[in-house]
């Protein structure tokens, strides 16, 4: 049967859009909902552009209260009946109580090759380190951030040149072919590792 993906973001969405582009003809998945946690995240119009169905669950009236944001966000997921939530540029951190609800059918991507540079700055920091390669990373979402088994790496050499921007700008389009191929093999159940 076809698995409905969510896709969650705070920004732009270019993630969200290659992975809603790539789900078509003999695609496993089809999204089913994209959430932002702001209403002027400018992925929404790209979702809506693509008939995928939207949803707006705005932080910020909750200020501290990350139950209560978490309790709404789950119940405008719950309303779509995800098999597989995918987070893409989406910059709130999850509690545990959140990510157990979903757990194993909740993904992420982040810029570099986990387990390094867990968190934010992740451009600067692996400049900073001197690193001969960055990439990113898809992985399971579980309670430790950016710490769940990890499902596809693609990597890029840095070269001395390079600022945080110029490596973002290298980074992105593998975010955008790395996440979709590790959804399509995710939805159909399969694990294993893939490596760009
Ligand atoms: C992407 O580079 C993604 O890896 C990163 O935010 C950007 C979102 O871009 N995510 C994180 O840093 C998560 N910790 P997008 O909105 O264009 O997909």
């Known amino acids: 049967m076809t698995k409905r993906v969510a896709i969650l973001i705070s920004g732009g969405g270019s993630n969200m859009v290659s992975l809603v582009d790539s789900m078509t003809g003999d695609h496993p998945a089809r999204a089913c909902l994209v959430v932002a946690n702001a209403a002027d995240a400018g992925g929404l119009a790209k979702a809506q552009a693509r008939g995928v169905q939207t949803a707006v669950v705005d932080h910020r009236p909750f200020g501290k209260d990350r139950a209560s944001f978490e ?106 072919q790395l996440y979709p191929a590790v959804l399509r093999r995710f939805a159909t159940g399969d694990r294993s590792r893939i490596d760009l």
């Open 71 to 176: 309790n709404a966000l789950h119940a405008s997921l719950v309303m779509a009946k995800p098999d597989i939530i995918c987070l893409a540029g989406f910059m709130r951190i999850l509690t545990p109580d959140f990510i157990t609800m979903w757990e194993g059918r909740m993904l992420n991507i982040h810029p570099s090759l986990l387990p390094l540079y867990k968190g934010l700055h992740t451009h600067a920091r692996a400049l900073d380190a001197g690193d001969a390669q960055h990439g990113c990373t898809v992985h399971e979402v579980t309670a430790e951030l950016d710490g769940g088994p990890i499902l596809g790496q693609a990597r890029v050499d840095i070269a001395s040149d390079d600022t945080p921007d110029t490596l973002a700008a290298k980074v992105l389009p593998l975010e955008h």
